[in-house]
């Protein structure tokens, strides 16, 4: 089993950044893929970022792509977001998850919120 933590939400006001952490604890997860997602208000949950277990592949959702980015720390049980140049339609529950590979994810964190103010 693995247990997902974020932190780092918060309110940044528009153009401003924020770094969202992701800890894993539990089994290994150095050979598991892990991504961010998010649920804007009043949304369905959707697709951010995504790494690879060696950290070869990154994807990201256009509406994100070189505005965030995403990296796993030196001992692999943390993941982080960088959010940069934030924008109101940023705003939203930022969730962490890992799984056997990029495309399925079967551990979710609790979520971290991210309000941007315009």
């Known amino acids: 089993q693995v247990q997902l933590v974020e932190s780092g939400g918060g309110l940044v006001q528009a153009g401003g950044s924020l770094r969202l952490s992701c800890a894993a604890s539990?089994?290994?997860?150095?050979?598991?893929?892990m991504g961010w997602f998010r649920q804007p208000p009043g949304k369905e949950r959707e697709f951010v970022a995504t790494?690879?277990?060696?950290?070869?592949?990154?994807n990201y959702a256009d509406s994100v792509k070189g505005r965030f980015t995403i990296s796993r720390g030196n001992a692999k049980n943390t993941v982080y977001l960088q959010m940069n140049i934030l924008k109101a339609e940023d705003t939203a529950v930022y969730y962490c998850?890992?799984?056997?590979?990029?495309?399925?994810?079967?551990?979710w964190g609790q979520g971290t919120q991210v309000t941007v103010s315009s």
């Open positions: 790494i690879t277990w060696n950290s070869a592949i990154t």
């Open positions: 998850a890992a799984g056997p590979y990029t495309g399925h994810m079967n551990y």
């Open positions: 539990g089994r290994t997860i150095g050979n598991l893929a």
